[in-house]
Each structure stands twice: as structure tokens, then as C-alpha cells.
């Protein structure tokens, strides 16, 4: 395997394993005040991170030349978006006791990414490669139909959402930071007029009146930015369909903990489901080291 080709599996499986321990730990900690709020908080102080970052690191010329580029944001306009909904989603299930089926959704996720690889990107599909999404579609299918009445449309969500994002982000060529500080910018907006309607009808828990609380609910901010950086990087190294792959790290732990840690119900249907879909991530993780 090359190094950058390396180098951009350590970066998604760092990133990946942050979302999905780390991410998961302090998100369920602090889901007290509200998805609602939480999401606001997370764009709010993701924003004025970026804004630190980006001043520490002197970025602003490379931050004026690509808003200068139409073509750049018009994608991460959409990027943006999908990011948005993805927060909103996943804080969602967090809050209301479904982690396991946002770890669902991002089983579903890189099986897409890999077909959107091959779609946008003409990234290779060998046998095993195609046998494998075979297995996950199958997987998929079968926890629909057998759960019809449940059909986990958090997990769908969460799923499409960030499958889409990554491609978009591919497209344009731009310092992964500064483009997420771009996209946070369109999203900063709702989240004030939110804010500020919470806070006008007293529906706000955060309260500059308790600084333990408002330093935890800053660190919203870091939370969502260091990993999302990693990943982003990790995708620009090694491809969208290798990375993720790798990012199966993420709902294996996000399950692991709602199963183990947060007592989580989880039905013989998902069991079979996940084994189908890990029997696939197998298959292809080994296609993957022997062919690079």
C-alpha cells in the first residue's frame, strides 16, 4: 500500500472511531438540555471553532478565494444542508434512546459511499467488492420487510444524508477546515433566529449563569470538528469507497455502546441483519488490503 493511501485509513479510522465512542459518550452526557438545543449549540460553537481555527492558522486568504468560486459554493451549499440534517438526525437518536438505529443508518452509509465511488469517482468494483454490497443490500432489505412496521427511517436518514456528503465534498478541491467552516456559515443563521426563539419563550437550559454547563455545551464545537476533519481528510487520501469501509468503526461502537452501556432493545432481526452486513465489511476489508 502507498503511504498516502495509509495515511488516509489512519486518518478515516481515527475519525471514525472518535464519532463513535467519544462522540457518542459526550453527545448522550449533554442530550439534557434538548435535541432541539443541542443542535443549535452544535452549529453555533462548530461555527465560532472554525472561525478560531481558521485565524489561528491564517487561512482567511484561502477562505475568500473559494467563496470567490461559484461552482465551490453551490456544493457546499448542498454539502452544507446535508450535514445539517445528518447533526440534527443523529442528536435525535441520541437523545431519545436510539443509538442503535443511527448505528443502523451508518452501517447502510459506506456500502453507499462505495457505489457513489464507483458513480463519481469511477473507483474499481471487483467481484468481491460487488458480492459484498449484494450481502448489505440484502441485509437491508430483510430488516425492512421483516420490521415493516418499524422501518428505522432515523437510521435511512442518516444513512443518505452523509453518503451524499462525502461525494459533494470530493467534487471541489478546498482545505477540508475552511470548507466546513463555509458550510457551517449557511447553517449559522437558522440556528441564531432558533436561538433566539428558544430563548425569547424561555425554553433555553443554557445560561451564562452556570460556567461548568456552558463550557461543556462549548465543546460541541471540538466534538464535531476533529473527527469530521479527519474523516474528510482520510476520504481525500484514500478514496471515498476505502474510507468508508473503514467507517463501519463507527456504528460497531455506537452499538456496541447503545446495547451494553445505554441498555438499548435490540431485536434477533437487527442481530441477523448486522451479521449479514459484517460478513460483507469482512469480504471487502480483505479484497481491499490484498488489492493495495
Known sequence: MNKEFNKG????GFGSFWWGFFGVLYFKYISYIGHVELVIHRCLWTTFTLIITTSFFSKWKIFFEIINNKKNLIYLFFSGILIFINWAI????IATDRIIDASFGYFIMPILSVLLGYIFFKEKLNKKTIFSIILVIISILFLILVS??????????????WAFYNPI???INIDTDVGLLIESL?????ALIAFYLIAINDYNDFTLSNPPMMLIVFLAGPMTI??????VKGVEKCGVGPSGMIFYITPTL???LGYFYYDEPFSVTKLVSFILIWIAVIIYLKDLYETN
Open 226 to 231: 476533529i473527527p469530521l476533519f479527519l474523516y
Open 148 to 161: 415493516f412496521k418499524s422501518l428505522p427511517w432515523v437510521g435511512l436518514i442518516v444513512a443518505f444524508t
Open 254 to 256: 455506537q452499538f456496541l
Open 169 to 171: 465534498r470530493k467534487k
Open 186 to 190: 449557511y447553517i449559522l443563521p437558522f
Open 90 to 93: 443523529w442528536i435525535y437518536a
Open 9 to 12: 485509513l489512519l486518518l478515516a
